[in-house]
């Protein structure tokens, strides 16, 4: 059976682009994504990538993961993580990726939250833009790759457990298709869409995640969320614009309605947004304060100048002003249950990035390892369809009709729902 494309990969976010450029040119691949291809959470990454610095940095790293997450995190996944890390930067640096640096020419590392040491490579404070463009760029000049922007999944081709494509529309025209192949990677992102205030894009809804649960695939850690503790205060909903957790770790303080400090600001993430909401009810105030004033102004404009800009739009200064923040969904540490090699309980569909779910974070992320690991694990998907020849798909598609798919958008609010449904019924009461 001739197929369209070897390998489908859903998603141009980090996971998915580093999968697309770790796979061999002989290779024909299909890359779609919902919106344009810049429009993916990866871009809008602030903090940076933490990397290993050297064997003594270790068991800090491994303990400094293993703490955040609650100590439920996947052993093997860190391990595999850290160790994987400097070859990653170096791969970075090999496609022309910028980190800031010292006037020495030395790396610049900083510190976040929960972390015991600056390991934090950083581009100022949009390193995540920094990353996704050069690998974008990079996979836009691959010969092998097809790429089709404002183009949704509305479902995987599978018999008998086995998959062999995916429907998808495009959207400009409206017309769907079936597009076959011997592997799907599914990098959609997580599902920050599903909420009214969010650091993610409004179009980040989860889609993969329902489908994988419509075709019974197994999920893991469904009620593992990440809630962000400082996102810029906004009395309307929509995404929420983050204040980065480096902020902090460079040593900006939170203020309470009385400008007193009222906490340890590198906490860990859930702990310190537990905090931070009930400072806000004892205050009865909508938000809390964050103050970088302290730092001056070269060291502002030097790490954060995408925040300084963004927040001079809004009306603050911050060199001046306290900023107002908040609170907001950021992160999936659950997902669809992948091994290392990123396959899931369906063979030939693979996933990876936060739409996955290997353990590696636990039940909370601890800060700036999100792009690590998509790197690391994408990087396995593609060596595992490289060299494994186990979990290779390909099925009939004969047994699927385009008619039910007419109404897209009434698929595609089930899909929603299955995810609520299954986050609601795995949350413990």
């Known amino acids: 059976m001739n197929k369209d494309y070897d390998i489908i990969i859903v998603g141009t976010g980090a996971a998915g682009l580093y999968c697309a450029l770790n796979l061999p040119t002989h290779l024909r691949v299909l890359m779609i994504t919902k919106k344009e291809a810049k429009a993916s959470d990866s871009f809008l990454a ?14 800090a790293f491994y303990e400094d993961t293993m703490k955040a997450g609650h100590y439920v995190n996947n052993p093997k996944a860190v391990d595999l993580m850290i160790r994987s890390s400097n070859a990653i930067i170096h791969d ?81 025209t409206g017309k769907q298709q079936i597009v076959t192949s011997s592997y799907v990677v599914l990098s959609t992102g997580g599902l920050g869409g599903l909420y009214d205030n969010t650091t993610n894009f409004q179009h980040i809804t989860g889609d993969a995640l329902g489908i994988a649960i419509a075709h019974n695939v197994t999920m893991q850690n469904m009620d593992y969320v990440q809630i962000h503790p400082t996102s810029l205060y906004s009395e309307t909903n929509g995404r929420r614009f983050l204040i980065s957790e480096s902020v902090r770790g460079e040593g900006a303080y939170l203020y309470d309605k009385n ?23 004892k205050d009865g105030t909508p938000h809390v304060w964050e103050d970088m004033r302290h730092m001056g102004k070269e060291r502002i404009m030097s790490h954060f100048p995408n925040i300084y800009d963004h927040c001079l739009k809004q009306g603050i200064n911050v060199l001046k002003d306290l900023i107002p923040v908040v609170p907001a969904q950021h992160y999936f540490m659950g997902g669809i249950a992948v091994n290392l090699a990123g396959q899931t309980s369906m063979r030939g569909l693979y996933a990876c990035g936060e739409t996955a779910c290997n353990g590696v974070h636990g039940k909370n992320r601890l800060a700036s390892n999100s792009l690590l690991e998509a790197l690391v694990f994408s990087k396995r998907v593609a060596e595992d369809i490289m060299f494994s020849t186990d979990h290779k798909g390909g099925c009939s598609t004969e047994h699927v009709k385009l008619e039910q798919y007419k109404d897209k958008e009434a698929l595609l609010e089930h899909y929603k729902k299955l995810v609520l449904a299954e986050m609601e019924r795995t949350t413990p009461s």
Not at 46 to 59: A, S, T
Not at 110 to 124: D, F
Request: hydrophobic share 35%; glycine share 8%; charged share 25%.
């Open 92 to 172: 970075l640096l090999n496609h022309d990726i910028q980190f800031n640096q010292d006037e020495n020419g030395n790396f610049s590392y900083t510190k976040e939250g929960a972390h015991s040491r600056p390991r934090i490579m950083h581009h100022q404070d949009i390193t995540g833009k920094e990353i996704t463009s050069g690998l974008l760029d990079a996979v836009r000049s691959l010969p092998n790759v097809d790429l089709y922007e404002n183009t949704t999944m509305l479902d995987i081709v599978e018999t008998d457990n086995v998959c062999g494509g995916i429907v998808l529309e495009h959207m400009n």
């Open 259 to 281: 400008l007193n400090r009222f906490t340890d600001e590198l906490m860990p993430r859930d702990k310190l947004t537990a905090v931070i909401l009930n400072q806000m009810e």
């Open 46 to 59: 602030q903090g940076g990538i933490c990397v290993l610095r050297g064997e003594k940095d270790y068991d």
